[in-house]
């Protein structure tokens, strides 16, 4: 399963398809402009002249910075937005929690993480997905169960409140609480990035964030759901029996 950009997202708003056309191609007219001054005549020797070719110059790096900083914003957005859309997308829990998964790989860059849910009131999580929970060799996990250890998960399942690391007495990289209705369910707990990626960062935070207040919704309903259609259909079933007996 891979992260799918809806129909509906891939046409971007006209606003902004066209403010960002607008500004790379004043940023391009600052080129030309830069260009055909710098082959003026005389140039070299008008003081005036050069102050404008600095001030020129001034202008369009601004512009880069802003063109730069606009397309980060409009990527940050477009991801929060698809995240949000797949997590709602389906009612299919194992959907829901390989949407999860995907958002943690593909647009966290999680290498090593496990998606933890309180098993009734046995005091221990269970892991309803995991990736690369064997490279980590953290010991925190067994028989596909957390029963406790490390001070990140522990506290963050206690509070609810989201934590990012370095965090004394733990090696994880963060910490995602997971509620429904004020109550913790569970936690995404990631304990590697890829190599590629030092840190998380700000935009991640919104993602985490993102997981935090949608996450366990989307799978407590996507369960709901599920539990209620299997129970429909032992009672379409039986009702044929009945009929046709």
């Known amino acids: 399963m891979t992260i799918r950009v809806p129909e509906e997202v891939k046409d971007q708003p006209p606003r902004r398809a066209d403010a960002l ?11 030309e402009l ?3 001054l710098e082959k003026s005549p005389g140039a070299s ?3 005036q002249l050069q102050q404008r070719l600095v001030e020129l110059e001034d202008d369009r790096n601004q512009l880069s910075k802003q063109l730069s900083d606009y397309e980060a914003q409009t990527g940050r957005l ?10 709602h997308s389906t009612l299919d829990p194992g959907e829901v929690q390989s949407t999860i998964a995907e958002i943690a790989t593909n647009l966290i860059g999680a290498e090593q993480f496990a998606l933890l849910f309180w098993k009734g009131d046995s005091g221990e999580c269970e892991i309803a997905h995991a990736q690369g929970l064997e490279e980590a060799g953290s010991g925190l996990y067994e028989n596909g169960r957390y029963s406790g250890g490390d001070p990140a998960i522990d506290a963050t399942l206690s509070d609810g409140v989201l934590r990012i690391g370095p965090i004394d007495g733990s090696d994880v ?4 609480p997971l509620s429904v209705q004020g109550a913790v369910v569970g936690a ?3 304990h590697k990035l890829f190599e590629h990626k030092a840190m998380l960062r700000a935009d991640d935070r919104d993602l985490l964030d993102l997981l935090a207040a949608h996450a366990a919704s989307a799978l407590f309903a ?5 539990a209620t259609d299997r129970k429909l259909k032992t009672l379409e079933s039986l009702i044929q029996l009945v009929k046709r007996g």
């Open 34 to 36: 830069l260009r055909s």
């Open 173 to 176: 990289v963060a910490v995602v």
């Open 222 to 226: 996507a369960r709901v759901y599920s």
């Open 78 to 87: 477009m991801n929060l937005y698809v995240a949000t859309y797949q997590l």
């Open 21 to 31: 056309s607008e500004l790379q191609h004043t940023l391009a007219r600052a080129g």
């Open 188 to 190: 995404l707990v990631i």
């Open 45 to 47: 020797k008008d003081t």
